[in-house]
């Protein structure tokens, strides 16, 4: 893969510095919001990547010191709201394996892919009811779900990272919050709860 070319007078050394010391240590945690935003491994990977690459080429307008995690999540959900966009003006996506079972009428063998470690780890941390639920929310309101609740974002922090006042930080999440409970009312009740 060729080096992304600069947009800015910062030398490529000292831009390979800063992203190694400010952007490198948030590769997990990108790879984690990515992955909870797309529920896919590979979009996920291609997500952070892409997020790098541009998070490079512009490092110019990044100020060392500040907030990196922020800002990088920043570029992060542009790049996953543009490519949403993309994808549900395009056409629809069949996966090979749905295909592959649907020509052979083996509808119990195993997908050829084997989930991500990392994947599983999410899900079964947040049991299979929440992440469908918080996975079923609109995108905006899953956006804010994982910035607050997972990622642990302050409301400031996440005005920057979704370009919205904080006014509109705390309605949104409220009413995404109050979307989950409504979906999980029943499975909180199986659970024990009231």
């Known amino acids: ?9 910062i030398s490529p050394a000292k831009a390979h510095a800063i992203f190694q010391q400010e952007f490198f240590p948030h590769m997990d945690a990108m790879y984690n919001f990515a992955l909870k935003l797309t529920n896919d491994e590979d979009e996920a990977q291609d997500l952070v990547q892409d997020t790098c690459i541009k ?9 060392p010191g500040t907030y990196a995690k922020a800002w990088l999540f920043r570029i992060l959900k542009n790049n996953f709201i543009n490519d949403y966009r993309k994808k549900s003006r395009g056409p629809s996506k069949v ?8 020509i052979t009428g083996d509808e119990d063998s195993e997908p050829a892919y084997q989930a991500d470690l990392q994947a599983e780890t999410v899900n079964e941390m947040l049991g299979d009811e929440i992440t469908a639920a918080i996975q079923a929310l609109p995108v905006d309101f899953r956006m804010i779900i994982i910035l607050c609740d997972l990622e642990e974002f ?4 996440m005005a920057r990272i979704l370009n919205i006042p ?7 999440l409220h009413r995404a919050r109050a979307l ?7 499975y909180a009740k199986t659970k024990g709860y009231a």
């Open 180 to 186: 989950l409970k409504e979906s999980l009312a029943n």
């Open 1 to 9: 893969m060729d080096t992304p070319v600069l947009d800015s007078k």
């Open 95 to 102: 996966e090979f394996e749905w295909v592959e079972q649907s």
């Open 166 to 172: 904080i006014g509109t930080v705390r309605s949104r």
């Open 55 to 63: 998070a490079y080429r512009f490092i110019h307008s990044f100020e």
């Open 154 to 157: 302050s409301y400031e922090e």
